[in-house]
């Protein structure tokens, strides 16, 4: 009788840490039996690693989890929280292509075994998506690789619904909407009202906030790893839980840079890109010599993408990139650094054209080059000879810098290249940006921290793939950004 | 009408091509000498076509894991000479080696799985330590297959000659295991996704460990087969097993990663190699030659897959 007085879940204290930077701090989170919890936040605010604390594929350095009356201790695993009753629908999917829809129910429950599973997962799974979504058109024997990317996550969140030998206590969905197109997204919403009236409890992660405020009983808001607003979903709009996502206190803000000369770039310097996004409409991206143009909006809505589109501009008719670039990638391990060369040569490559002599590479002038660069942008590293893996991870990725700046080229496109980048690191790199831009060089810069939009002459806003607002310097407020990146009807 | 459903289903076509370059490849071999469509003719040109067919599964377990095992030929050459020289002088030791054996593959799948080595370097390395123990163990070419293991692969079969009836019973026990059984969407699911199905809460070194052991398995049944047939072993007498098993479970439909196999055409693709090998020394081609005729055959029905994936992905 008194089990309905403790929570279905109840998270106290979660701290972690991913190197230097802390993604959650002292979380606190409950949900009720029956509640379903809505978690909204921007980019880096500690949804996901939140969420994969509850699920048991992280483990927090910190704080208690307690289900039901239960403290689950060290060994919380993913086994450990499907007996409890705890499931998660990831982002990305997590199906296995190379199996069918009921086989993939089948590795969901260690309980499907024996003589006649496959019936039995089949019939499991079909009534699960007749129930969620009528009419779907998923055969249970369909291969997942052959599903289009709206089935396969029909499919999977049908697959944490389905019951076995545990019951269902909390539901985790991450952005479950996200490649859903609007019936179906209604169909899942439904269901998961008529599933909370039965007392399970749901946690919904979503960036259309319509949703949110529709579907959750109560929202809780994180920001820097923080919970900071939690209130029930009636005494919140949307108006007030952005301002409650954005900071109230304008820190960090750049120190107000000589506003009108920067902004006149506009009107005096020509026009070096001009493109319009190929994964979607709005408006025309338009940089200006000189300009530092900021790329704004929730991670993945195309930023990159265009980054690339920009890349590959002078192949491409309908862009116009009329000066050469280059890229400083933001992923520096996988796309950035040539891990088993020097410091010297990770930042030479840009520029070999310049320091070749009678067809050769010539040492003497790579190492000057190297040289040069080491001591104008601070790499802190006594020979330039070393392997570029001796570096930290900021100092790599000054080398990168490096090499982009020293290369001959006048566009400078940098996919949020500041990602794990301690602080110190940061503000000689934004001086050093805005000392370049001064000197006539162009940047195109996405990058996922509010902060930075401050450094950017114009910014843009991205949603869906498509440029939603341009926003001049003085514009590009935290609470305009996150307006345009949330709301539907809001470009400005 | 079969013929029209399937141009126009590539899926269904993929599927039925493991079996259409086998046909073609006895069909070629019909024409040529009509005399090998009997019972004694089969039984001769498929002669070897259990001991290959049981290392081609044995590389599909590894591929299955998208993983590769290079040392697949020198480990069949391996329990061929255990076989012919401890197992044959002193049946315990022999079978006390045999499980060294396959204790090494399990560490090798734990190995690959907790160090993250690349499973063709591990392989390779592994490829010369079996050569050394075979060469150890036999120097030149020699010993005694047990007479067990030699009745075993002369068992006289009824109508259907016996390398058939041993690679359909292959073909049917993997296939129930691999893809019917349970635990086999498990490993399956392991090559497909494997962050899946560690979500999930299974354990992927235990699925490693256990293809890898499997591979283990099914490598020395290959060996002792091989040994059964020959009468007497040779440390280097499978050092083309290797790329026969990777080429049978590729021309069986399999992929290199993706956990994406099928037991049923690595079998087929092993007979088709077999023939295709037997054939070619029914012609007095050279063995120099052969080699390319098999990579030709590969090429050709790799080619055709494409085309076929080509076709898959215009809708």
Redesign the interface.
């Known amino acids: 009788m008194c089990l309905a007085a403790f929570p279905a879940i109840s998270l106290t204290g979660a701290t972690k840490s991913f190197g230097a930077v802390r993604a959650l701090e002292r979380v606190d989170l409950v949900v009720a039996p029956g509640e379903c919890l809505g978690l909204v936040g921007h980019n880096g605010a500690g949804k996901s690693t939140l969420m994969h604390v509850l699920a048991g594929t992280l483990a927090a350095d910190a704080g208690e989890l307690r289900v039901g009356a239960t403290l689950l201790g060290r060994g919380y695993s993913p086994a450990v929280a499907y007996r409890y009753g705890i499931r998660c629908v990831f982002q990305e999917l997590s199906l296995c292509p190379n199996l069918s829809v009921a086989e993939n129910t089948r590795i969901f429950h260690g309980a499907l075994k024996g003589f006649g599973w496959k019936a039995k997962a089949r019939a499991l799974i079909g009534a699960k998506l007749d129930e969620i979504f009528p009419g779907h058109g998923i055969a249970p024997d369909d291969e997942v690789a052959d599903l289009s990317i709206g089935k396969r996550q029909m499919a999977e969140i049908a697959c944490a619904f389905t019951v076995t030998d545990t019951p269902l206590r909390l539901v985790i969905l991450d952005e479950p909407t996200s490649s859903l197109d609007a019936s179906t997204a209604q169909q899942l919403l439904t269901f998961l009202r008529t599933e909370v009236a039965k007392g399970t409890s749901a946690i919904l992660i979503s960036h259309l906030l319509k949703e949110i405020l529709k579907t959750s009983d109560r929202i809780v808001v994180m920001k820097d790893g923080k919970a900071v607003d939690a209130r029930p979903a009636a005494q919140f709009t949307r108006d007030t839980l952005v301002a409650a996502m954005g900071t109230v206190g304008e820190h960090g803000k750049a120190e107000a840079a000589p506003g009108a000369k920067r902004s006149a770039l506009r009107a005096s310097q020509p026009v070096v890109i001009r493109a319009k996004p190929h994964t979607g409409g709005g408006q025309e991206l338009l940089v200006h010599r000189g300009e530092v143009v900021g790329l704004a909006g929730l991670a993945g809505h195309g930023q990159t993408r265009m980054l690339l589109q920009l890349f590959d501009g002078g192949r491409l008719a309908d862009t116009t990139v009329s000066e050469p670039v280059a890229f400083i990638a933001g992923d520096r391990q996988t796309d950035g650094v040539f891990p088993l060369w020097s410091i010297a040569r990770n930042i030479s490559i840009g520029s070999f054209a310049t320091l070749l002599s009678g067809g050769l590479l010539n040492i003497q002038k790579e190492d000057a080059l190297a040289q040069s660069w080491r001591d104008k942008i601070g790499i802190r590293t006594p020979d330039i000879g070393n392997p570029i893996l001796s570096l930290s991870g900021g100092n790599q990725q000054k080398a990168l810098f490096a090499r982009a700046l020293a290369s001959l080229a006048r566009i400078v496109l940098m996919d949020d290249p500041m990602r794990g980048v301690d602080v110190g690191t940061k503000q000689e790199v934004y001086e050093l940006i805005r000392a370049e831009a001064e000197a006539g060089r162009t940047f195109v810069w996405y990058t996922t921290e509010l902060d930075e939009l401050a450094y950017c002459d114009h910014t843009y806003v991205f949603r869906n793939g498509a440029i939603v607002a341009g926003l001049g310097q003085a514009e590009a407020t935290e609470e305009r950004v996150l307006a345009s990146s949330f709301h539907e009807d809001s470009a400005a | 009408m079969i013929g029209l459903t399937a141009v126009s289903n590539p899926k269904l076509l993929r599927s039925i091509l493991p079996a259409l370059s086998l046909a073609l490849v006895l069909g070629a071999i019909f024409i040529k000498l009509p005399t090998a469509m009997s019972y004694f003719g089969l039984n001769l040109l498929l002669q070897y076509a259990v001991p290959i067919a049981l290392a081609t599964v044995a590389q599909m377990f590894v591929i299955t894991v998208n993983d590769l095992d290079l040392s697949m030929g020198a480990y069949v050459g391996l329990v061929a000479c255990i076989g012919a020289t401890l197992l044959h002088d002193n049946p315990p030791l022999g079978v006390l080696a045999l499980a060294a054996c396959l204790a090494a593959y399990a560490v090798m799948g734990a190995a690959v799985q907790l160090r993250g080595l690349p499973s063709i370097v591990l392989t390779l390395g592994m490829s010369f330590v079996w050569s050394g123990f075979a060469v150890l163990l036999l120097s030149t070419p020699g010993g005694h297959a047990p007479d067990w293991l030699h009745n075993l692969m002369a068992l006289p079969v009824p109508v259907v000659p016996f390398p058939i009836v041993a690679a359909a019973v292959i073909a049917c026990v993997v296939e129930l295991g691999l893809m019917?059984s349970?635990?086999g969407?498990?490993l399956?699911?392991a090559?497909?996704?494997s962050?899946?199905?560690?979500?999930?809460?299974?354990s992927l070194l235990a699925a490693k460990v256990a293809m890898f052991t499997l591979a283990g398995v099914f490598g020395m049944l290959a060996g002792l087969s091989l040994l059964g047939l020959t009468g007497a072993g040779d440390a280097h007498i499978a050092d083309r097993y290797t790329l026969y098993s990777i080429a049978g479970v590729i021309l069986g439909g399999g992929e290199f990663v993706?956990?994406?196999v099928s037991p049923a055409g690595a079998v087929l693709g092993a007979l088709t190699l077999a023939l295709a090998n037997s054939f070619l020394n029914f012609l007095h081609i050279s063995p120099d030659w052969q080699i390319g005729a098999q990579g030709a055959i590969l090429i050709l029905v790799l080619a055709l897959r494409a085309l076929i994936g080509a076709m898959e992905r215009r809708p």
Not at chain 2, 196 to 202: N, T
């Open positions: 019917r349970s635990f969407v498990i399956r699911g090559g497909g996704n962050k899946a199905v560690a979500r999930a809460g299974w993706g956990g994406r």
